[in-house]
Structure formats: structure tokens, C-alpha cells
């Protein structure tokens, strides 16, 4: 590996050994860690051809990947040997992997989850293709400036990616606007505009380099590379502005997780990748199929969302206008091969497009979205509408057009089923399934929790990061004082770590004895960061009174990123820095409460602060969030969940045993009739003299007293409309809070509830997710058996 490192070095970067960067290094590393990838992707490729086989295509706005040189390495099984390699070579392999950027091409658990499923296929030896967008900035980068988020764009290609093979040869013309002509009933799109959807590849190695699929992305360009003539005239801005315009379609990531819509940016992004990747894969099964009839047989295509629904419209209009197929033919055949993920059920984050927007960007599109609504309004009188209002729904547009549609959690979906889709599904009662998330071990046990992996191998032996349900043999160690001694020494090296890392990046000192209580995630209302900051004061005021009245010590940790333009969540998040300020300089409290809330939350950070936690804060108003998949990752890494009865937490719960779990709070059902009743909060928070206290010292400008009003709208609506129902939900949390400082004072019955949720939630695995979409939704199996015979 060594001479492999060298080589690169020098013929691929140029460089020798006397002058090169750390930059350089890790491209050389990374660069043979591709090498090594690229024959079992060679023939896992082969083996689907011959073979014959059908494909998964998961098409996905968002992939939310993070670091990769430590990951591949580990899938590889080379980490020892890579460090080795490193060392020789005078260089230090942790600050190479420290180097590399993340690629942050997701906005929170979307993006990620897409991520989680493309390492579960290539573990579990699924053909499959990842398809979505190269954005030149992924999700922009946080800085606080006295408390407030600061937004920058993201960079991460700045640097060369040393991952990708460009593919300047796979390349689709992508249009839009025009009219449409019809003549001898057949129709003609006269597009306005043509760019050019050209692919990047990246290997996906799976578990023990058994198998690799390819995670393709597409990067926008002008049809027509520059304008020479102009350029000669002297007009230099408009000899390049074509190309500009092109490019803009994959330069940036949106970076609002909820209310994306209604921009025609967005929309000409959603369709420039669903596009590109169906023309792909047609070209792929035509190139050894001659009847596009067989298609569902060979092709299961995924939305993770409704970003890409017009995948439905697109394939129709291709079986249409280029195959000659009948419409209500096509429609059918379509339906064969799509399936849908929903991902949420706030209101204001299911896609709609107005008709006139979508009509002027995709006019023959539209005609057929007509098309689709005739068709099931024919078969189905009175089915909701796709177009309502001048609207396009793209919900309803998924939905109709796909075969199967499943939700994220036992709860979501039941939701699903009673709510947004209730009449749906009444006509098509067998359509929705349930596929709750799941998170891959590799990365989210083995790759960021070093200290607790190794103990799990030494008990249980090596085959757990493929086979997790295995961690079920941690279970009868629950009694075994010596083992949870290691158990808990694993978690202690894990918070020092974290400790050091804190002191070092935030300037606060925080002890790793004390309760890591940790909250990372978007900020969102429904998230109820500003729930757990009113908690948090409310714990203040409590130790402040009384110091010395036997408290158990808390390090608050929060993290994540405001849209931003979300005005609410920004003022969330300086009011958790106003606080912090104040109660992190109380000499009184000094040893009992810290708050620290680092900025730009990522994966990687998220790899380090999950193994460190003692208490996972997953606490959204029941109802609100779809699944969750930072819960499995923080009950895997042995941290108790305090939360509500909301998303996969329930099934959390029933795996790791209520008596492991802190649950508080207004149940799903219970949120909705309390919202019936006018006044519930300022009648919630009349009852509580605790956070009215809370309120009060807010709305005084206690924490901002350079500016006493900065709250009062916050605080304001926590009165009058408080639509997440913080007020309600405020008593019960505290006191579970309560409870968690009790439990904590024992380390041995702490350690052993941490080890029931560890040992517990092997079945949150996203190789069990993935192998429940090929079982119900893709009827598609495991190719592994065919590269083996073939390498044998
Ligand atoms: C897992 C993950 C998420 C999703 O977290 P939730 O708590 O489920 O919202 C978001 N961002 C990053 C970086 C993650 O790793």
C-alpha cells in the first residue's frame, strides 16, 4: 500500500515525497483506497449484466454523506493497514482523515438516509444505482457572530474529489419551457432551453468489499460550451452568460429541509436529475432488452420524497412520444416501476407547484399530469386531485404513480394513512406500506465508536456490523458487574474525547463525569430545541436556589443548522447562546450546568458527539416527526432516550423496554384534541409557576439585557398560539428530566439501561430497512451468490 501511496503521489498529484501537503497525502491515500474499489465494482457490474438481474434506482435530491476516507477504508477492511502505510511514510493518518471535507449534499435525515440505504445495498449485494444531484455547494456552513447564525457557502469542491470518476461520455440533453405541438394525435415538445446533464460516478463499496454499486450525480452544463463570437467582440459577460446560467442549475443545495417550494429554481433541479436518470437507466435496459414493456421487470425506481415525482409525467411522456405506447398503457407501466417514500406531514413541507410555473418549465409534463388526473378520476370518481386550485400537487402526483407508497415509521404511517392520504387510501387500501428507517452500523457503531466496537467483538465476535441483530448477545452481560465496568469505561473515553474537543473548539470546559445530555439536529418548531433551553433554565433557577442540594452535574449540548430564511429557528438558536453565556459564567452553578452548543453541526460532528452521549433528547410534539434516525443512532451508541410517543422512537421504545426509556408528554392523539381547545397554552402555562418564571425571566431580557425585547415574540407566541405545544408538554418533561438525574446517580443501573438499548436496537439497522423495500416494494434479491461463483 505503501509504494501504491507513493505512486499516486507522484503520477497522479505531481508531487514528491520532500514537498507534499497534507492535502497531497490524503489525496494519495484516498486515491489507492479507489483503486482497491474498483474491481469488485468491475464485477459486481458484470455479474448484473450477465446475469440479467433487476436493478433498484433510488432517485434522491439529497445524499448527506460525510467523510468517506475512514469509512471506505474500514468497508475495505485496510484501516490497520492504511495507518500502517501512513506511519512508514512519516505522515499522521488521523489528520488526513481530519483533511477531507464533508460531503454535505443533504440537508438533515433525508440526505442521510439516502446515505444509510446506498451502504446497506452494497452490504446486502443489491444492484443498485443511487441517482442525484453534484452540488457545486452543499449545505452552507454555520458560524455563530455573537449568538446569531451566520450563513457561508460550502465549499467541498474547492479541492479535487478524490472519489468520483468524471464521465464527460454519459451525458443527456435536459429541457425545458417551449410549447408543445399536436399533429396526427401525436405531440411534439418544442423546448425554449437545453442544458446538459453530465455524470459523475462513485464507487459504494459494501461490508468486507464484497460487492459495489455506483452512486451517480449530475453536474449541469451548457449545450453550447462558450460563445466565441462574442467573446471576440469584447462582450466577455455575455459570451459566458449561457454558460453561467446552465451551471446554476446544480450549483447550490437548497437548505431548507421543509418549505422548498414554489421556486422555479427548484423545480428545474428536480426535474434536470429525475430526467437525466431515467434517460440513463432506459439506456441501460434497451441496451440488452427490446421490449420497453419489460421494464418493471428490471427496474424499481424509488422517490425518496416527492423531489423527484415527476419522474412519473417524464417516464410517461418517453413510453408516449418516443415509444409509441398508448397513454393508459404507459400509465400503467410506469406505476410498475415507481414507489414512494413520504417523509413528512407538515403542511407546509408537501411539494406543490403552481400549474402556471410547472406549465411554462415542463408544458408537455403538464399535459400529461392532465392526462394522469383524467385517468384516475375515470377510474376512481371523486379521488383527490392532483390539480387543485391552480396547484400541482406533487403528493397526490407520487402517490397515483406509484405502485407502493410507504412511510418511515409504525406511526407515520398509520398518520399517513389517516391523514394526508386518507382517501388515497381508501381507494387503494394495499398501497401504503410501512418501512421504518434505519441507520447503517458501519458508520453509526463500528467507524465512529471505536472504544465500544472493540468490546462488542470481543464478546460477540466480528460478523455484528453485517448481521446486527446480533447485538442480542449483549443481553445476558446486563447482570455482569466486570462487563459493565467496560461498558461504561468504553462511554468514559468517548466524553473525554468530546470533552477535549469542546474545550478546545468552544472555549468551555465541561466535565466528562457529568450527564452529556445531547440534542443535535435541524432546528425546527416541531423539534422543540426551545422546549429543552426552557428546561434548561428552568434546571438553572432550581441549582441556583439551592446548589448544594445533591444535583446530578449537566453538560447541554445542541447542535444543528436554521434554514435561512426561518426566522423562528434562528431566534431559537440565539436564545440558546444568550443562555449559555449567562449560566455558563454563574459562579454559583459553575460545576453543575454547561451549555454548549457548537456551530455547523455535520456528520462528522455528529460522529463524535453521538458515542459521547448519556442522554438523547428526541422530544418533537407527537405526531410531527416522520421517523427520526439520530434516535437509533444515539440508543446504538448506549445513550438513554428521553421523548415522546412520535416517530420511531415508539418502536424504539418496545425494542430497548419502557423501563430503559424516559417518556413524557401529550400522546399523537392527545396532541390533536388538545389543539381543539382555544387558550390551551396560556391555560398550560397558568398552571405552571415553573415555566411561567422561565417565560418571565426571558421576556425581561434577563439573558439579552443589552436588549430586553429580543424574546418577546418568541415568548409571545409560546403564549397565545404555541402550535407545537411546548406549554402543554413542559411539567412532564421536566420531571422526566428529573427521573434521568435519579437514574444517572446510580452508574451500574445507568450502564445496564444503556446496554438494553444498545443490545436492543440491532433491528434499526438500515440493512433491515433496505431488505424490507426489496422484499415488499422492489421484488428484488441479493446478487452476492453471483459474483462469488464468479470469482471462484
Ligand atoms: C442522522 C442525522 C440527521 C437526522 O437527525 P434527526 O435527529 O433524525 O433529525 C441530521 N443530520 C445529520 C448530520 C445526521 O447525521
Not at 221 to 234: I, W, Y
Not at 323 to 350: D, F, K, Q, W
Not at 425 to 452: D, E, K, S, Y
Not at 727 to 751: I, L, M, V
Request: glycine fraction near 8%.
Amino acid at each position: 500500500m505503501k509504494d501504491e501511496i507513493l505512486a499516486h503521489l507522484r503520477y497522479s498529484l505531481g508531487k514528491d515525497a520532500g514537498h507534499a501537503s497534507v492535502y497531497d497525502w490524503r489525496m494519495a491515500l484516498s486515491l489507492s483506497l479507489r483503486d482497491r474499489m474498483v474491481d469488485p465494482w468491475f464485477r459486481s457490474t458484470q455479474a448484473s449484466y450477465e446475469k440479467r438481474v433487476k436493478r433498484v434506482y433510488y432517485l434522491s435530491m439529497e445524499f448527506l454523506i460525510g467523510r468517506l476516507v475512514e469509512d471506505i477504508a474500514a468497508n475495505l477492511g485496510l484501516v490497520d493497514e492504511a495507518r500502517a502505510a501512513m506511519a512508514d511514510l512519516g505522515q499522521d493518518y488521523d489528520l488526513l482523515v481530519k483533511d477531507e471535507p464533508d460531503a454535505a449534499l443533504g440537508n438533515g435525515g433525508l440526505g442521510r438516509l439516502a446515505a444509510c440505504f446506498m451502504d446497506s445495498l452494497a452490504t446486502l449485494g443489491i444492484p443498485a444505482m443511487g441517482y442525484g444531484i453534484r452540488y457545486e455547494h452543499g449545505l452552507f456552513e454555520q458560524d455563530f457572530v455573537e449568538g446569531k447564525q451566520v450563513e457561508k457557502a460550502e465549499t467541498w469542491l474547492a479541492q479535487r474529489h478524490a472519489w468520483e470518476f468524471e464521465r464527460p461520455e454519459v451525458s443527456y440533453q435536459i429541457n425545458f419551457g417551449g410549447h408543445v405541438q399536436h399533429q396526427d394525435g401525436k405531440a411534439k415538445w418544442h423546448p425554449h432551453e437545453t442544458v446538459l446533464a453530465t455524470a459523475y460516478d462513485t464507487p459504494v463499496i459494501g461490508w468486507q468489499g464484497k460487492w459495489a454499486n455506483t452512486l451517480r450525480l449530475w453536474s449541469a452544463r451548457p449545450q453550447t460550451e462558450f460563445d466565441l463570437a462574442s467573446f471576440n467582440r469584447g462582450d466577455y459577460l455575455a459570451a459566458s452568460r449561457s454558460e453561467a446560467l446552465a451551471r446554476t442549475i446544480s450549483r447550490v443545495l437548497y437548505p431548507d429541509d421543509t418549505t422548498e417550494t414554489g421556486k422555479e429554481l427548484r423545480l428545474k433541479q428536480e426535474y434536470f436529475f429525475t430526467a437525466a436518470s431515467l434517460q440513463d437507466l432506459l439506456r441501460r435496459f434497451l441496451s440488452d432488452h427490446d421490449n420497453i414493456r419489460d421494464l418493471p421487470e428490471f427496474a424499481a425506481i424509488q422517490l425518496n420524497d416527492t423531489h423527484p415525482a415527476i419522474a412519473g409525467p417524464e417516464l410517461i411522456r418517453i413510453l408516449v412520444d418516443r415509444h409509441g405506447l398508448g397513454m393508459v398503457e404507459s400509465i400503467e407501466l410506469a406505476r410498475r416501476c415507481l414507489g414512494y417514500t413520504n417523509h413528512t406531514l407538515l403542511p407546509e413541507a408537501l411539494e406543490r407547484w403552481p400549474e402556471w410555473l410547472l406549465g411554462r418549465v415542463l408544458p408537455r409534463h403538464l399535459e400529461i399530469i392532465r392526462a394522469i388526473e383524467d385517468s384516475q378520476q375515470g377510474q376512481h370518481p371523486g379521488s383527490p386531485r392532483i390539480l387543485d386550485h391552480g396547484n400541482v400537487n406533487m403528493g397526490e402526483l407520487a402517490f397515483i404513480m406509484a405502485h407502493k407508497v410507504n412511510g418511515v415509521s409504525a406511526l407515520h404511517t398509520d398518520l399517513v394513512k389517516s391523514t394526508v392520504f386518507a382517501d388515497l387510501h381508501r381507494i387503494h387500501p394495499t398501497r401504503i406500506v410501512n418501512q421504518t428507517n434505519g441507520i447503517t452500523p458501519r458508520r453509526w457503531l463500528h467507524g465512529c465508536n471505536p472504544a465500544l466496537s472493540t468490546l462488542i467483538t470481543r464478546e460477540i465476535g466480528d460478523a455484528w456490523p453485517a448481521d446486527l441483530d446480533q447485538l442480542r448477545g449483549l443481553r445476558s452481560l446486563a447482570g455482569d458487574k466486570g462487563f459493565l465496568t467496560e461498558f461504561r469505561a468504553a462511554k468514559r473515553t468517548n466524553k473525554e474525547r468530546l470533552s477535549n474537543w469542546v474545550s478546545e473548539h468552544c472555549g468551555v470546559a465541561i466535565d466528562p463525569d457529568a450527564m452529556f445530555d445531547i440534542q443535535i439536529k435541524r432546528i425546527h418548531e416541531y423539534k422543540r430545541q426551545h422546549m429543552n433551553i426552557l428546561e434548561t433554565i428552568a434546571l438553572w433557577n432550581d441549582m441556583h436556589a439551592n446548589p448544594t442540594a445533591g444535583w446530578t452535574p449537566r453538560v447541554k449540548i445542541f447542535g444543528g443548522k436554521a434554514a435561512p430564511g426561518y426566522h423562528v429557528a434562528k431566534e431559537i438558536i440565539h436564545l440558546i447562546n444568550d443562555v449559555a453565556r449567562v449560566i455558563n459564567t454563574d459562579p454559583v452553578t459553575r460545576d453543575l450546568l454547561k451549555i454548549v452548543y457548537p456551530p455547523n453541526y455535520n456528520v462528522t460532528m455528529a460522529e463524535m458527539l453521538i458515542p459521547a452521549a448519556d442522554l438523547s433528547e428526541q422530544i418533537s410534539t407527537a405526531g410531527k416527526e416522520a421517523s427520526g434516525t439520530g434516535n437509533m443512532k444515539f440508543a446504538l451508541n448506549g445513550a438513554l432516550t428521553i421523548g415522546t410517543l412520535d416517530g420511531a422512537n415508539v418502536e424504539i421504545r418496545e425494542h430497548v423496554g419502557a423501563e430503559n426509556f424516559f417518556l413524557f408528554g401529550l400522546t399523537a392523539e392527545e396532541v390533536v384534541e388538545r389543539r381543539k381547545h382555544p387558550g390551551y397554552a396560556r391555560a398550560a402555562i397558568e398552571q405552571s409557576p415553573r415555566l411561567q418564571k422561565v417565560l418571565a425571566q426571558i421576556a425581561e431580557g434577563r439573558f439579552a439585557p443589552q436588549d430586553p425585547g429580543r424574546y418577546h415574540g418568541l415568548v409571545g407566541n409560546l403564549w397565545d398560539h404555541d402550535h407545537f405545544l411546548v406549554s402543554c408538554d413542559f411539567d412532564s418533561y421536566f420531571d422526566t428530566q428529573r427521573r434521568a438525574d435519579e437514574a444517572f446517580k446510580n452508574p451500574a443501573t445507568w450502564s445496564a439501561m444503556a446496554l438494553h438499548n444498545t443490545a436492543n436496537v440491532g433491528w434499526f439497522s438500515s440493512d433491515r430497512t433496505v431488505q424490507g423495500y426489496a422484499r415488499d416494494i422492489w421484488h428484488v434479491r441479493s446478487a452476492l451468490g453471483a459474483t462469488l461463483e464468479q470469482s471462484a
